[in-house]
C-alpha cells in the first residue's frame, strides 16, 4: 500500500503562487495513477487534478484549468501541485490519493491547508 | 459533468439500528467497456481524510466490517450499515470514476442518536 504525505500549505495573499508536494513510500508509486481532491472549510470533496502513471496525461477540473499545474517525479516517488493566480474560492484542504492496482483511490494522505486570504 | 445526488444529507441513528444512505447519478456509472459499476463510498471520520468503504458498486474494500454493503444498478444506488456502530459516526460520499470529472455526491453526515 501507498502512504502519501503532503507538503507546502500556507497562508498566501489573492493572486498569490504555491506550490503543494506530495511525498510517496511504500510499493510501485511509479505504477499509479493519482488525483487530488480538495475541501473547503465545512463543504464537501471536490476533485481538481488527475495524472497518469507515467505522467503523461493529465487532466483538471474547471475550476482550476490554467491555473494549476500537476508534475510528478517517480524517481523521488513525488508528486507536485503548482498553484497560481489563487483566489479565496481556492482556500481548501488539498488531499493527494493514489490509486492502486485495480484502479481504487483508496491511499489518501492527511491533507495540506492552503488559505488564500490578505 | 455527472451530477451525484445523496439523500438524506444528515441521518441520526441509534446504535444497533440498520442505517441506509441513497446517491443518484445523472448518468449510467456502467463502463461500456467492462461493464463494470464504477460507484465508490466513502467515509471522512471527523478531523480524518476520507478512507475508502466500497468500490466498484458492492465490493468492501479491505478491513472494512461486513456490516457495510453495496448495492444497486445504473443511476441509483444505496449504502447500507446493517447495525449501526458509534465508530461508524461522520460523512459518508459516494463518487464516480465511470468518467471526468470524477465527481462526489454531497455527502450525508451520519450522527447517534
Known amino acids: 500500500e501507498v502512504h502519501l504525505v503532503e507538503s507546502g500549505g500556507d497562508l498566501v495573499q489573492p493572486g498569490g503562487s504555491l506550490r503543494l508536494s506530495c511525498a510517496a513510500s511504500?510499493?510501485?508509486?511509479?505504477?499509479?495513477?493519482v488525483i487530488w481532491v480538495r475541501q473547503a472549510p465545512g463543504k464537501g470533496l471536490e476533485w481538481i487534478s488527475y495524472i497518469s502513471s507515467g505522467g503523461l496525461n493529465k487532466l483538471y477540473a474547471e475550476s482550476v484549468k490554467g491555473r494549476f499545474t500537476l508534475s510528478r517525479d517517480n524517481a523521488k516517488n513525488s508528486l507536485y501541485l503548482q498553484m497560481n493566480s489563487l483566489t479565496a474560492a481556492d482556500t481548501a484542504i488539498y488531499y493527494c490519493v493514489s490509486s492502486d492496482d485495480y484502479g481504487r483511490y483508496d491511499s489518501w494522505g492527511q491533507g495540506a491547508l492552503v488559505t488564500v486570504s490578505s | 459533468e455527472i451530477v451525484m445526488t445523496q439523500t438524506p444529507l444528515s441521518l441520526p441513528v441509534t446504535p444497533g439500528e440498520p442505517a441506509s444512505i441513497s446517491c443518484r447519478s445523472s448518468q449510467s456509472l456502467v463502463d461500456s467497456d467492462d461493464g463494470s459499476t464504477y460507484l465508490d463510498w466513502y467515509l471522512q471520520k471527523p478531523g480524518q481524510s476520507p478512507q475508502l468503504l466500497i468500490y466498484a458498486l458492492s465490493y468492501r474494500a479491505s478491513g472494512v466490517p461486513d456490516r457495510f454493503s453495496g448495492s444497486g444498478s445504473g443511476t441509483d444506488f444505496t449504502l447500507k450499515i446493517a447495525r449501526v456502530e458509534a465508530e461508524d459516526i461522520g460523512v459518508y460520499y459516494c463518487?464516480?470514476?465511470?468518467?471526468?470529472?470524477?465527481?462526489f455526491g454531497q455527502g450525508t453526515r451520519l450522527e447517534i442518536k
Open positions: 511504500g510499493y510501485g508509486f511509479s505504477n499509479y495513477a
Open positions: 463518487m464516480q470514476r465511470v468518467e471526468f470529472p470524477i465527481t
